[in-house]
Nanobody, 123 residues
Framework: QVQLVESGGGLVQAGDSRTISCKFS????????VGWFRQAPGIERDFLAA???????NYADSVKGRFTISRDNAKTTVTLQMNSLKPEDTAVYFC?????????????????WGQGTQVTVSS
């Protein structure tokens, strides 16, 4: 069983940067693509970014160029650096993982979810 624990959420000002992290445990990290989704109240959960075991990323068009995903295989951690944050980025951010070889596959299939971390961007 995979466990995903997010951290780093909080309250930030518009224009600020924030990095959130996801700690993976329970299975062989290198066998999983890991990524991030977010969900705002009343809106469906949206894919943001994913990274495969070799470090190849995939981004949603909505965050490309503003968000950066990275992976530390030694620490079994995936981080999402978010720049130029806007109030509309306010959401619960969820870590997700699937036994996939390609990062674009996480858009279609998630095997495990974290509990989420709240990011609130004030104007």
């Amino acid at each position: 069983q995979v466990q995903l624990v997010e951290s780093g959420g909080g309250l930030v000002q518009a224009g600020d940067s924030r990095t959130i992290s996801c700690k993976f445990s329970g299975r062989t990290f290198s066998a999983y693509t890991v990524g991030w989704f977010r969900q705002a109240p009343g809106i469906e959960r949206d894919f943001l970014a994913a990274v495969d075991s070799r470090g190849n990323p995939n981004y949603a068009d909505s965050v490309k160029g503003r968000f950066t995903i990275s992976r530390d295989n030694a620490k079994t951690t995936v981080t999402l650096q978010m720049n130029s944050l806007k109030p509309e980025d306010t959401a619960v951010y969820f870590c997700a993982a699937a036994s996939l070889a390609r990062p674009d596959g996480l858009v279609q299939r998630v095997d495990y979810w974290g509990q989420g971390t709240q990011v609130t961007v004030s104007s």
